[in-house]
């Protein structure tokens, strides 16, 4: 199980000597990259064949003592059991082939000014954060691989600084997130505080002997994790950040906000699920927030014109599937429609980053259209991504993680969570094909060239692959590890739900071949004035919740640091500097530099003096 450490060095040498050698070739930046991913994607599969062939039992080992102060000692320690071999792959499998489509794409994106080295460092030192956070035996661990991927995160949405819009979305990002992150901080001070220690797997057997169900310091850690959960999950009410991180290359978007961070909140939930099954309110509260979250998403998703945002807000939407799931207690569904996102999620934005640069880096979606025909293999990827995402039965992988999340919902007594789901995914599918039929359907209004070559197209071939039934083929090594949450019994009343959510799809694919096949006459005289055109602003906007933390957090706290610029306390404090500075003014009048000057200035003195004396 050495090789487990590979997993980590790896990439970790990638960023190293990318950071070192900023000037490098781009070939070489792009080689590096790629491949200190793809040697730590194969050693994660050395390690999984190896944990199965061993009997697949619970593996730690311990690297060194990391700190030790008095009582307080934490462990560098590595934990290796089914929940982190799943997170693995997803990370470094998919990461992989992010990496390599990067390897293509960014010679486009650059065009050829200097940042490939940096680029791929910082997207290799990602790997190694998000690594560290499933890898940790101890939350002080996973809490500097929480922070990494935040710092990543901002590193890589303000890739391009000198936009500075694109500087602002990495602020807001990092600003954001780091809310959710001080609330997690304040969860841990709470464990160890009670436990005595970080160790997770101590904490999980502890926490059931220490504290009863429903005991308050169990509630109050359990929303501390929550709250820093939607904080890098971008779950209500800190979601405001991830739309505005599309500023970032589009293999960013990929990674970082469809298949590894954003989920990090997801694991965490499942890593520590015994802190809420003792918690039974605030396990509520995770399925509520999901499904509240994953309508809002949804609805902003309708009204989107850049191609990116609305993948960005169908992830959040995702996302929500996944806290929903949590908090019915589907934990094992979570997990599966967490890997099976990654794969249909990545494999759309990266198509999305095919058309953006076939289009000359263009992004809005109604200065795009007809492009099938001038895109083929770009538009069959979309579509596979497209009905995956929307759920299509039988053929795509997210029928099967999702429908198991809206089964769960309602088979777990969660009726109204359910009806939330089920409107979801309708919603989900009138959005998904509103992208598909705009962008590639109707009237050419751009020239496009397609892709070219094996970085370009393996990547989104394998991705589309996985994202068809024989990616839900892949089986996660959850048992023992999470409650599996199945319900038992009743196989025919699941067989009807299952016939209804895929009717629910098959219905929004419908109406959204209704609306935006052909002319569009309908939907564009609907939005064009009025309350349509409210309804629409409202939706683009995303319900309006930045306008609202606007006006609630930020102009008063503005408000505040002006009222308190000049205020009394500074007064005060500034009279000290105030006289040194008069007096330093004064002392400074006379230094002109000048020998006449002083020797003036010298007898008029001495004339004082004498004077003085012989008056005094």
Known sequence: MSLLVFTLIFPLLGAISLSLFPRMADGTARTIGAA???????????????????????YITTLWQWISVGDFQVDFGLYLDGLSITMMGVITGVGFLIHLFAAWYMVHDLEGKPGMARFFAYMNLFIV???????????????????????????????????????????????????????????????????GTLNIQAILHLAPQVWSEGDTLADIAALMLLLGACGKSAQLPLQTWLADAMAGPTPVSALIHAATMVTAGVYLIARTYGIFLLAPGIHELVGIIGA???????????????????????????????????????????????????????????????????????????????????????????????????????????????????????????????????????????????????????EQKTEAHAGRGLAHHVPLAVLAVLSTFIGALIGQPLAGVLP????????????????????????????????????????TKSVAKGRGAEAWQFFHNALGFDALY???FVKPYLAVTRAHRRDWIEAVVNVIPGLASALNTGLTVGQTGRVRTYTMVMFAGAAVLLALLMFG
């Open 36 to 58: 200190s991913v793809g040697l730590s994607a194969l050693s994660t599969a050395f390690v999984a064949l190896f944990w199965f062939w061993s009997g697949g039992f619970p």
């Open 129 to 195: 954060a998000m690594l560290l956070l499933v890898l940790g035996d101890n939350l002080l661990l996973l809490y500097l691989g929480w922070e990494g991927v935040g710092l990543c995160s901002y590193l890589l949405i303000g890739y391009y600084y000198e936009t500075p819009a694109n500087a602002w979305a990495a602020f807001k990002a990092f600003l954001i997130t780091r809310i959710g992150d001080v609330f997690l901080a304040i969860g841990l001070f709470l464990l160890y505080a009670v436990f």
């Open 292 to 442: 509240v979250t994953l309508l809002i998403a949804g609805f902003a998703a309708l009204a989107q014109t850049d191609i990116k945002r609305a993948i960005a807000y169908s992830t959040m939407s995702q996302i929500g599937y996944m806290f929903l799931a949590l908090g019915v207690g589907a934990w094992h569904a979570a997990i599966f429609h967490l890997m099976i996102h990654a794969f249909f999620k990545s494999l759309l934005f990266l198509t999305a980053g095919s058309v953006i640069i076939a289009c000359h880096h263009e992004q809005n979606i109604f200065k795009m259209g007809g492009l099938r025909k001038k895109l083929p293999f770009d538009y069959w990827m979309f579509v596979i991504g497209g009905a995956a995402l929307s759920a299509l039965p039988l053929v795509t992988a997210g029928f099967y993680s999702k429908d198991a999340i809206i089964w769960l919902s309602l088979a777990n007594g969660h009726a109204v969570l359910w009806l939330f789901s089920i409107i979801g995914a309708f919603i989900t599918s009138v959005y998904t094909f509103r992208l598909i039929f705009i962008v590639f359907h109707g």
């Open 484 to 523: 599996s949450g199945v319900v038992e019994g009743h196989p025919w009343i699941e067989l009807f739900f299952e016939v209804v959510s895929s009717l629910v799809a098959l219905g929004g694919l419908a109406v959204a071949m209704a609306l935006y096949l052909g002319k569009r006459d309908f939907i």
């Open 550 to 552: 606007d006006r609630v």
